[in-house]
């Protein structure tokens, strides 16, 4: 079993900062690639960052400058501080890891259960 829990969303007004923490947790291996993405209301789910176990980022422009995200491997969590939100930023955010269970076990994706993010204007 292998559970993916965020935290750390809210609300906080236009300008303001919020940092999201999502820890693995359960029967893992390895993780490969951490990523955080975010579905806003009757928008399909995009990408928001994403990082390698070596510490690779890729951002979507729409954040990139804004966020950023990291990881910490020896805890199994991958975090986003998020500065400067707009509005236009508020959606439900997901984090997703690449996960492999055992040894020789293929990896899988796995996503968490979101956390609400809202921008007041």
């Known amino acids: 079993q292998v559970q993916l829990v965020e935290s750390g969303g809210g609300l906080v007004q236009a300008g303001g900062s919020l940092r999201l923490s999502c820890a693995a947790s359960?029967?893992?291996?390895?993780?490969?690639?951490m990523g955080w993405y975010r579905q806003a209301p009757g928008k399909q789910r995009e990408l928001g960052a994403t990082?390698?176990?070596?510490?690779?980022?890729v951002y979507a422009d729409s954040v990139k400058g804004r966020f950023t995200i990291s990881r910490d491997n020896a805890k199994n969590t991958v975090y986003l501080q998020m500065n400067s939100l707009m509005p236009e930023d508020t959606a439900v955010y997901y984090c997703?890891?690449?996960?492999?269970?055992?040894?020789?076990?293929?990896?899988?994706?796995?996503w968490g259960q979101g956390t609400q993010v809202t921008v007041s204007s």
């Open positions: 997703n890891a690449e996960i492999q269970r055992y040894p020789a076990y293929p990896r899988q994706v796995y």
């Open positions: 359960g029967s893992i291996f390895s993780i490969n690639a």
């Open positions: 990082i390698t176990r070596a510490g690779i980022t």
